[in-house]
């Protein structure tokens, strides 16, 4: 017997997608990956070319999560204060905002 759930196919295309692109992206490494850690997590981080220009390819090895950074989206990081990081901290593999389903 198999288990099933509900939107399990619509996360397997989400999850297939997400692969694809991320796969894609890293075709287009431009150097060598910097790869930092400590004992609680650790990222590998790539520039890659794109279209639009330059991105940093954020990648965590453990948790297969990625994401793609632009230089505007770079720089929001540095608007940041150390609540804003703990409240993303305290919320992981998730958004800290929900996403307008519009």
Do not use: Y
């Given at each position: 017997?198999?288990?099933?759930?509900?939107?399990?196919?619509?996360?397997?295309?989400?999850?297939?997608?997400?692969?694809?692109?991320?796969?894609?992206?890293?075709?287009?490494?431009?150097?060598e990956p910097l790869t930092i850690g400590n004992e609680f997590s650790e990222?590998?981080?790539?520039?890659?070319?794109?279209?639009?220009?330059?991105?940093?390819?954020?990648?965590?090895?453990?948790?297969?999560?990625?994401?793609?950074?632009?230089?505007?989206?770079?720089?929001?990081?540095?608007?940041?204060?150390?609540?804003?990081?703990?409240?993303?901290?305290?919320?992981?593999?998730?958004?800290?905002?929900?996403?307008?389903?519009?």
């Amino acid at each position: 017997m198999k288990l099933h759930w509900s939107g399990e196919e619509e996360d397997a295309r989400a999850a297939r997608q997400a692969a694809a692109e991320r796969a894609e992206l890293a075709t287009h490494t431009s150097g060598e990956p910097l790869t930092i850690g400590n004992e609680f997590s650790e990222i590998r981080v790539s520039r890659v070319e794109t279209r639009n220009g330059s991105r940093l390819l954020i990648e965590s090895p453990k948790s297969g999560q990625w994401v793609a950074l632009c230089p505007l989206e770079l720089e929001a990081i540095t608007w940041q204060n150390t609540t804003t990081f703990s409240a993303m901290i305290g919320k992981p593999f998730g958004p800290l905002l929900p996403e307008d389903d519009q």
